[in-house]
């Protein structure tokens, strides 16, 4: 008996076990659980344990990423109130990736292609989404999401 052909043009024989399938999407989850961990242990609150934006440092301007090390502690301690406030667009993103390596794991674990492509609308969507956010909090109007 022949078997089909998946959707990647290979059989279900030819794909490598499981196990073997998911060793990359594991990687990735257990570095981005090492940082998360990382930053959990050691405070960003604390002065001395973390560089300073140079942006900030040098022109006062806060980056889309201020704030991003203090709301992944507050993520990691359970404190979404705190983690918003330190920086909502980094709590998104952190939502986001958890869902785009949920699908990739599930793909993966079906035997399908891993490949997540974005088109380039959603590409200049994230990029107005990041360039909106990162004006709004560096206006005075916006200053509630300063860190």
Known sequence: MRAE???AGTSHKDAPPLPARLLVPAGVLAAVAGAFAYVGAVDPNEPGHYPACPLLRLTGIYCP???????AHAVVHGDLTTALGANALAVAGYALFAVVWAVWVVRVARGRPPGIEPRPAQLWAVGAVIAVFTL????PFGSWLHP
């Open 136 to 139: 709004v909090r560096n206006l």
């Open 5 to 7: 052909p998946s959707s």
């Open 65 to 71: 990423g201020c704030g991003g090390l203090r709301s």
